[in-house]
């Protein structure tokens, strides 16, 4: 008997990896019949950076991120998905990923867009999709390739 997952969630960043696990992750909800949660982390540690907290800041993120979901949530439908929830969470996007989201709303599969960190980069803060590979319990599927499963170019 083939796995059918029942609850899956793509994490977007506004990266073009991020994406591409987005569009597969529609591909793959319409297979199984499935719900899609998209989550969208505000990582609110780089606020901290700022001196003093500005909340316009955390609004201007937030109000972003409402439109990228809601330009999602248009594309999954126009592809016949229809169960479609979205989630903004703030905080640090690892453990909210891996462990959070798929917890509260049941979730079976984690899908994400492959790092676009160099290996300095993943020694010194890791890439969340390792890290998600590390923690998560339920199965996670790191994509690196298009619909076509053409292997897509970096632009660096």
């Known amino acids: 008997m083939l796995q059918q997952y ?10 073009s990896e991020a994406e591409l ?7 793959v909800t319409q297979r199984n019949q499935a719900k899609l949660i998209i989550a969208h982390v505000i990582d ?9 907290f500005d909340g316009m800041l955390a609004e201007q993120a937030t ?4 439109q990228t979901l809601q330009d999602y949530v248009d594309y999954a439908k126009a592809q016949e998905c229809h ?8 905080g640090t996007p690892k453990p909210i990923i891996a462990k959070q989201i ?21 020694l010194f803060i890791g890439s969340v999709s390792e890290y998600v ?3 998560a319990t339920c199965d996670v599927l790191v994509v ?6 053409k292997i897509v170019k970096n632009k660096d």
């Open 6 to 15: 029942k609850t899956i969630l793509v994490a977007v960043d506004g990266s």
């Open 21 to 27: 696990a987005f569009k597969k992750a529609v591909s």
């Open 44 to 52: 609110t540690r780089a606020f901290q950076t700022v001196s003093s």
């Open 63 to 66: 109000e972003m991120a409402k």
């Open 83 to 90: 169960d479609v929830t979205t989630v903004i969470e703030y």
């Open 102 to 122: 798929p917890q509260e709303h049941d979730v079976d599969l984690i899908m994400l867009g492959a790092t676009g960190l160099n290996a300095v980069e993943r």
């Open 133 to 135: 590979i590390r923690n």
């Open 144 to 149: 690196r390739t298009d619909l076509e499963n």
